[in-house]
């Protein structure tokens, strides 16, 4: 009997889907392919597309915007040069903003709550002021009833002279609508301002937890905070938490959290899933790295029927 001859590795082993990568892509796209892949199957973020564009600005920053797109600037690249944890720490931190819709809700909402506030203020005000109207004509004629009865003349008179008062009234409603409007849009900024923080916060949780899941050092989160309070202003941020409070919560997140037991649950499934594949724009400023599903809806058609 003939040896069996040996099997080919099949194409779509991580070795094969690795080095390839790695040939075909720019270097920080390949670091940030691979990063995407094991957070994303480490905690079940596989399920959907990541797109991670690349901005050529020296910003020390990333952030999450549209639908599970991650921007990330030439600047943090640079100074975690090296540092795949940290990179991992920014890239999880982001994925969390998605997973956590922080950022669905934070743009709407805004504008939606500022339109209700606008609302608010001219009820408020005109609603008081109709109110003090109808006061106003029963002192001067003794009621509705009488008013409507005599007509005429009295109730011309009785017009112009509510209209000259009207005049100076609006223009004091006005200004009381203003007044409103101006404090309840500070209100709106600072909780607005309170609940970036919080975000923030729910942001670092998760940039710590799915990063350990896929096995990248848990420091890696702290040398991060390093790098950003040497931004110049992050002392002043009301919108972001202060830097050493961040760093406090993330020290907390270490013992609450360990990072072996994390990193266990994350190989676990780590090694019950396949490399995601991903796709390189034609302009090579973004990558989409795909869901389970793959990228390809030709393929998806073949898989389905046939060739
Ligand atoms: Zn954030």
Redesign the pocket.
Known sequence: MAKPTPQRKPASTSATIYEQAKKQLPEDFYALYRVVDRIARANEFDNRPWRIVAIPKYNVN???TDVNLIAVYDGILDQLAGDSSALACVVA??M??HAKR?IATGVTQKTELIAKIEEEAKREVLGEQEAANNESTAAVVGGAVVNRVVGGTIGGLLGSVLGNQGVQRQADSQKRINQIIEKKKQELEERLAAQERQ??FE??EI?YIASVKAGFEPEGCLRVMQVLSQIPGSETDTD?PAVPKRIEAIKALMIKYPPQTLAKEGEARISKTKPLTYNLSKDQTSLRINSTRGGSQADDIDRRFGK
Do not use: L
């Open positions: 990333a952030f999450a931190h982001e969390g903003h922080h975000h923030e942001a670092d940039g972001h």
